[in-house]
Structure formats: structure tokens, C-alpha cells
């Protein structure tokens, strides 16, 4: 019998990355998410690797958590490795946020990591075997401007997992705290832009896509796979992240007054703002810039692989 992974969050961009990933070693793979359709297409797209299971589920709905794990391991006997990816990016200037805003985003990325994990350990601790990855970013080791939720989020998801690897030691199971940069999976089509959409989509596109910011995503899945199933309690992707981690803590309070210097450089909230958001489809159309389109063209490319 094959080992067995679930990946959450595993329909599109990093998540279905890593599913395929753990398909070419061989490993069965149950891959979730909220959208049907979504997952019909992953699996599609992943095909050449071997058969993906997929699942509808919401990682914010912790019954539905905790009664697809029991699933799982019904199906399968067992869940050897469990990878939680799904994230939600809002950019939007600090006043143009709304309670909402910060509910979905500590919901999905660190209530519900916190849910999977707490799902899956259980068991994991009962065969003396097991590994658990959580995706937590940059942003959640150094506040970037105009991503509140998600700082706030990411941040809660480190301080979980690092928490966790450390409760789990000498228990034969693992927990790897996933610390990505920018990387180049086509998320800037799926993003939410507030404020000016237009004008925060206009900075954070070409950031998620040109080769010297953001990494190449397939690399990323890779180095994720290998560090999660060798029980590495943390990895760091890109030169990029280590140095913003490096210089946050050598020097916390000017990192911070950088922080506040980039905040101050991009669009700030309109007159009037009502706190709506738009995803980067809607906000790249209302741009319409031939040069952002340029600077975009690997992560749209990155996008039409990755089922973004």
C-alpha cells in the first residue's frame, strides 16, 4: 500500500504543485478544496503524475476538517503526510480593510492549519510516524505594507508550527514550518485588491512574477516535499526571505520603519472607500496597462499551469 498524503489547498498554484510532487514519489494523494470544479481541473492537469483523489472542502469549516481526515484515514488506514497550503492574499491599504478581511484571512491560514494539524496528529502519534507542513510565507516572519491580514495570519501560523515541531519531538512525527518568498505561481490572478485595485494590482503583479523577486514555483514544490518528508522543522526559500528574516532580527526597529517607508510609496485609500475588494482578473482589466501585462508574463504563464 502506498503512503499516503493530503494536501489542503491542493487545486491550483503551489498546493497543486505539491501534490504533483508527492505523485511522482509515489505517494497517494487526496488533494482539497472549496471549488469542485477547481479540483476537477487539478486533477486533469496533474494527470501524467498518477491519480489524484480530490474532496470539496472548506478549511474554515472545522467539521468538515476534522470529518474529512476521519475519511481519509478510513479509506486509506492512515495519513502519513498532511501539507496545508490554502492562503488568501487581500492587498489593500490598512484603512481600506474591514473586520472581514481580517476574519477570512486568520481563518483560512491559521485557524485552519491549526485544525488539519490537530486533526491528523492523533493518529500520527499512535503509529509513531508521520509529517505535518504548514505554508506560512515571508510575511509571516516580516510585515509587509498593504498585506495586513495575511501578515497577521502568516505570523499566528509560524508561532503555531514552530510551537508544534517542538511539542513533537521524540514522538516519531514532524511538523515543518514552509517559509516561501515571492514565488511565481500565477496568484496575482486569484489575489483580492482594495483601496485603488487598479493601482495595488499595478505593484503587486509584476512583484509576484519578475525572475529576480519571486522564485520559479516547481523548484519551491520540490524543496517544500523534500523538507516536510526529511522532518526539517523549518525551510526557507528563496535568498530573498532569509535576508528579510536575517535583517528583522538583527534590526527590528528599522525594518519596521522601512516597512513604513514602502507603505508610504504605494496607492493610498481612495475618498470614500467602501472596503470592497476585486480579484486580479477584475483589477487587471480595469488597469489595462500593456507595461504591467509585460512584466506579468511569466506569473500569467505560471498561472495557466498551475490551474490558477
Same mark, same amino acid.
Given at each position: 500500500?502506498?503512503?499516503?498524503?493530503?494536501?489542503?489547498?491542493?487545486?491550483?498554484?503551489?498546493?497543486?504543485?505539491?501534490?504533483?510532487?508527492?505523485?511522482?514519489? #509515489?505517494?497517494?494523494?487526496?488533494? &482539497?478544496?472549496?471549488?469542485? +470544479?477547481?479540483? #476537477?481541473?487539478?486533477?486533469?492537469?496533474?494527470? %501524467?503524475?498518477? @491519480?489524484?483523489?480530490?474532496?470539496? &472542502?472548506?478549511? @474554515?469549516?472545522?467539521?468538515?476538517?476534522?470529518?474529512?481526515?476521519?475519511?481519509?484515514?478510513?479509506?486509506?488506514?492512515?495519513?502519513? $503526510? %498532511?501539507?496545508? $497550503? *490554502?492562503?488568501?492574499?487581500?492587498?489593500?491599504?490598512?484603512?481600506?480593510?474591514?473586520?472581514?478581511?481580517?476574519?477570512?484571512?486568520?481563518?483560512?491560514?491559521?485557524? #485552519?492549519?491549526?485544525?488539519?494539524?490537530?486533526?491528523?496528529?492523533? *493518529?500520527?502519534?499512535? @503509529?509513531?510516524?508521520?509529517?505535518?507542513?504548514? $505554508?506560512?510565507?515571508?510575511?509571516?516572519?516580516?510585515?509587509?505594507?498593504?498585506?495586513?491580514?495575511?501578515?497577521?495570519?502568516?505570523?499566528? %501560523? $509560524?508561532?503555531?508550527?514552530?510551537?508544534?515541531?517542538?511539542?513533537? *519531538?521524540?514522538?516519531?512525527?514532524?511538523?515543518?514550518?514552509?517559509?516561501?518568498?515571492?514565488?511565481?505561481?500565477?496568484?496575482?490572478?486569484?489575489?483580492?485588491?482594495? #483601496?485603488?485595485?487598479? +493601482?495595488?494590482?499595478?505593484?503587486?503583479?509584476?512583484?509576484?512574477?519578475? !525572475?529576480?523577486?519571486?522564485?520559479?514555483?516547481?523548484?519551491?514544490?520540490? @524543496?517544500?516535499?523534500?523538507?516536510?518528508? %526529511?522532518?526539517?522543522?523549518?525551510?526557507?526559500?528563496? /535568498?530573498?526571505?532569509?535576508?528579510?528574516?536575517?535583517?528583522?532580527?538583527?534590526?527590528?526597529?528599522?525594518?519596521?520603519?522601512?516597512?513604513?517607508?514602502?507603505?508610504?510609496?504605494? /496607492?493610498?485609500? !481612495?475618498?470614500?472607500?467602501?472596503?470592497?475588494?476585486?480579484?486580479?482578473?477584475?483589477?487587471?482589466?480595469?488597469?489595462?496597462?500593456?507595461?504591467?501585462?509585460?512584466?506579468?508574463?511569466?506569473?500569467?504563464?505560471?498561472?495557466?499551469?498551475?490551474?490558477?
Amino acid at each position: 500500500m502506498s503512503d499516503v498524503a493530503l494536501v489542503v489547498g491542493g487545486s491550483r498554484g503551489l498546493g497543486l504543485l505539491i501534490g504533483r510532487e508527492l505523485l511522482e514519489r #509515489g505517494y497517494a494523494v487526496v488533494a &482539497c478544496a472549496r471549488d469542485e +470544479a477547481e479540483l #476537477g481541473r487539478a486533477a486533469a492537469a496533474v494527470a %501524467a503524475a498518477g @491519480r489524484l483523489e480530490t474532496r470539496v &472542502c472548506d478549511i @474554515r469549516d472545522r467539521e468538515a476538517v476534522r470529518a474529512l481526515v476521519a475519511e481519509v484515514e478510513r479509506g486509506h488506514g492512515h495519513i502519513d $503526510v %498532511a501539507i496545508t $497550503v *490554502a492562503g488568501v492574499i487581500q492587498s489593500a491599504p490598512a484603512e481600506s480593510l474591514t473586520q472581514e478581511h481580517f476574519d477570512e484571512a486568520i481563518e483560512t491560514m491559521l485557524e #485552519g492549519p491549526i485544525v488539519v494539524a490537530r486533526a491528523v496528529e492523533p *493518529a500520527m502519534r499512535a @503509529r509513531g510516524k508521520g509529517h505535518i507542513g504548514t $505554508v506560512t510565507s515571508i510575511g509571516g516572519m516580516v510585515s509587509p505594507p498593504h498585506l495586513l491580514p495575511y501578515a497577521a495570519a502568516k505570523f499566528g %501560523a $509560524v508561532g503555531f508550527s514552530d510551537g508544534l515541531a517542538a511539542s513533537l *519531538a521524540g514522538t516519531g512525527v514532524t511538523a515543518t514550518t514552509i517559509v516561501p518568498g515571492l514565488m511565481r505561481t500565477g496568484s496575482h490572478e486569484n489575489a483580492q485588491f482594495g #483601496g485603488d485595485p487598479a +493601482a495595488e494590482y499595478a505593484w503587486f503583479a509584476p512583484a509576484a512574477s519578475l !525572475p529576480l523577486l519571486s522564485t520559479d514555483a516547481d523548484r519551491a514544490a520540490r @524543496r517544500i516535499v523534500d523538507a516536510v518528508l %526529511a522532518g526539517k522543522p523549518m525551510v526557507v526559500l528563496t /535568498p530573498l526571505a532569509w535576508a528579510g528574516i536575517r535583517v528583522r532580527g538583527l534590526m527590528p526597529g528599522t525594518t519596521t520603519r522601512v516597512m513604513g517607508l514602502a507603505n508610504r510609496l504605494l /496607492p493610498s485609500a !481612495p475618498a470614500g472607500d467602501t472596503g470592497e475588494t476585486v480579484d486580479g482578473k477584475t483589477a487587471e482589466r480595469r488597469l489595462d496597462s500593456r507595461v504591467v501585462r509585460a512584466l506579468t508574463t511569466l506569473g500569467t504563464r505560471a498561472a495557466r499551469r498551475n490551474n490558477e
